[in-house]
């Protein structure tokens, strides 16, 4: 008997239950190749589930490049640099009122 994590499957002609290799199933899922239950039946993930990933994919680097973006911004402000001009104020809250209304105001 094999210890290994497998990812459980079903094939959906006959119902038996078996298990591929987790790397095997992720490269099933983005090629839409063929693969077959113990009984031979053919098994296929569809196109839409490669691109339903790919979105996914694209969707959580944006959202990383986002929060990248976020943490530097919160960094500088925190240090007192000003978002606009990227210059270093004792007061920063009066620079951007001052300075920058729209910006305080939360348009830019």
Do not use: W
């Not at 790397?23 to 296929?44: A, D």
């Amino acid at each position: 008997m094999c210890n290994e994590n497998l990812t459980e499957m079903k094939c959906i002609k006959c119902a038996t239950k078996f298990g591929i290799d987790p790397i095997l199933n992720k490269n099933l899922l983005r090629s839409g190749r063929t693969f077959y239950c113990p009984n031979g039946h053919g098994q296929v993930y569809s196109k839409p589930i490669e691109k339903k990933v790919t979105e996914l994919e694209n969707k959580l680097n944006k959202k990383n490049r986002q929060l990248a973006k976020m943490s530097r911004e919160l960094s500088n402000l925190k240090s007192g640099t000003c978002p606009k001009c990227f210059k270093k104020f004792v007061n920063l809250q009066k620079h951007i009122t001052n300075k920058h209304p729209k910006y305080s105001k939360g348009v830019a």
